[in-house]
């Protein structure tokens, strides 16, 4: 006789997403894994008295989503201060920023001019008008371009480089980049307290939008030990997978993290690096010019220190994960990845994989390089969008190419970069792209969210499928993407489980 269930989980349309993807009607668990999925009379034997029964009206029930890229504390950051990501206009922006405008630092998070009419960046004009005594930030979506007010200027414009601030008749014009950027988010550092609060608004954020893990990138902040100390508590419910930044790899290596070294629910991950900037600040790095302006974009970190960088780092025994958008950017991480010793092995990353070349795909294919891509920048790929202005019609076509890359038998994991962080969002993109030859089918889209970026992870014996043995996270949608591929977008998450606990119930909203 076998032991009873803690959960089962009935009347439900189960996808395994396995290969092939496999159909159950119910799911039972016990410990926190699945051990049993199958019809719901066979699954019902193994209802005992403290079972806990879930009648799921016929909804579908998926693997949890694995976000294999994020920015935890900035969702949170979203959640308690300006989230100016729907906002229309600059006007639109100011407005909700004066809301704030008792607090210390007045922080906005998430504007995109490049959906708007008056499509320009927020100025130090702006700015002043929400507050000329308080500083005011505006931080852009990608988090690599800001604007600021002219008290920000005053306070921390000394450790800004000169390059980074730009300038009209030699007067800043309230936008930075890149290090000036940096000056910011180190002085608005928040401390441990803070920082569990914004992580724990990030993690009810993540249930709600059915995400079970993360792959979180982390640079000088207390987020490692907060996540630490609320697994400790009992109070994460969030599988969390630790990128450090470059920055922290002596820290890293002396202390002896390891790759997968962890709990069940916080691990060390890879060491992030970058190589070029985005293409909203035309700092990604292009084999040939912007279509909307000279230059071909700036490298972060040149390729000889990104080659110094990885062989160091994959010495130690580290897995490496590089932000790569532009072409040539893509090609300095792949020459530094081909370059170790077993790539595949180590499963190195590239991040953002946008301007890929035919050559190139080939590459992530032979050398097993995962390519970490994010489906929600395919907004950007419409005609007249971000990609057409800064690339060009051709170049357009060429970005964010999941189906060639696939096809190619390439390591796809999909995440959202928190931009903003909605699975359901990305794979509604990655099954409508623009370029039609590029789509993927419901199945394979939701695959790279869950299987494939579980991979990305060195999870794919734990998690990223709903199989026996495998830990009982999942995501329960109140209808089938596969029914309505056009709307995948509008569907509602019904509830999350995981390790075999609801983590968040939506049933009745
Ligand atoms: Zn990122």
């Not at 940096?182 to 993540?206: F, G, H, W």
């Not at 993360?214 to 697994?231: E, Q």
């Not at 606990?501 to 909203?509: K, P, V, Y």
């Amino acid at each position: 006789m076998t032991a009873p269930a803690d959960l089962i989980l009935t009347n439900a349309e189960v996808h395994s997403l396995a290969d092939p993807d496999e159909t159950a009607e119910a799911v039972a668990v016990r410990d926190g894994k699945v051990v049993r999925v199958d019809s719901a009379y066979e699954v019902d034997f193994l209802e005992g008295v403290e079972t806990e029964v879930v009648d799921l009206d016929g909804r579908v029930l998926l693997p949890g989503f694995v976000d294999a890229h994020t920015h935890m504390a900035t969702v949170g950051s979203y959640l308690v201060n300006a989230d100016l990501s729907d906002a229309d206009s600059p006007a639109d922006c100011v407005e909700l920023l004066a809301e704030l405008d008792d607090r210390e630092w007045i922080l906005g998070y998430g504007f995109d001019e490049s959906t708007w009419d008056e499509s320009r960046y927020l100025t130090r004009d702006d700015l002043d008008s929400v507050s000329e005594t308080r500083p005011v930030v505006a931080f852009r979506e990608d988090m690599h371009i800001a604007a600021v007010n002219g008290e920000v200027i005053a306070r921390l414009g000394e450790e800004m480089p000169n390059e980074d601030v730009k300038t009209e008749n030699g007067e800043p014009t309230g936008v930075i980049v890149e290090e000036a950027v940096d000056a910011v988010y180190e002085a608005i550092e928040p401390d441990a307290e803070t920082m569990r609060n914004l992580l724990l608004a990030a993690q009810r954020d993540a249930h709600e939008k059915g995400v079970t893990g993360v792959h979180d990138m982390v640079r000088r902040s207390c987020a490692p030990d907060v996540y630490r100390k609320l697994d400790l508590d009992g109070d994460l419910t969030l599988r969390v997978r630790i990128n450090y930044w470059s920055d922290h790899v002596e820290a890293v290596e002396e202390v002896g993290l390891r790759t997968n070294h962890g709990s069940e629910f916080v691990r060390t991950g890879a060491i992030k690096t970058f190589t070029d900037g985005s293409f909203g600040g035309r700092t990604a790095k292009l084999s040939e010019p912007y279509a909307d302006g000279d230059g071909t974009g700036q490298w972060v970190v040149s390729p000889e220190e990104l080659d110094e960088l990885v062989a160091r780092v994959d010495d130690a025994r580290l897995q490496v994960t590089a932000h790569a958008i532009g072409d040539d950017a893509i090609d300095a991480a792949l020459d530094a990845f081909e370059a170790t010793d077993d790539p595949r092995a180590m499963r190195h990353r590239v991040e953002h994989v946008e301007l890929v070349t035919d050559e190139q795909v080939e590459r992530f294919a032979e050398s097993g390089v995962v390519a970490s891509v994010q489906p929600n920048f395919l907004k950007w790929a419409q005609e007249g969008g971000l990609y057409d202005s800064r690339l060009g019609s051709e170049r357009r076509k060429q970005t964010n190419r999941f189906r060639t890359l696939l096809d190619s038998g390439a390591a796809l994991a999909f995440g959202s970069d928190c931009m903003p962080l909605d699975p359901l969002l990305g794979v509604h993109h990655a099954v409508n792209a623009p370029v039609e030859a590029q789509r993927l089918s419901v199945t394979e889209a939701l695959r790279a969210y869950t299987l494939g970026a579980a991979y990305a992870g060195f999870d794919e014996n734990r998690l990223g499928t709903v199989e026996e043995g495998k830990k009982a996270d999942f995501v329960v949608l109140d209808r089938s993407p596969w029914e309505e591929p056009d709307e995948i977008e509008g569907i509602d998450v019904a509830m999350t489980v995981v390790d075999g606990e609801i983590a968040f119930d939506g049933r009745n909203d």
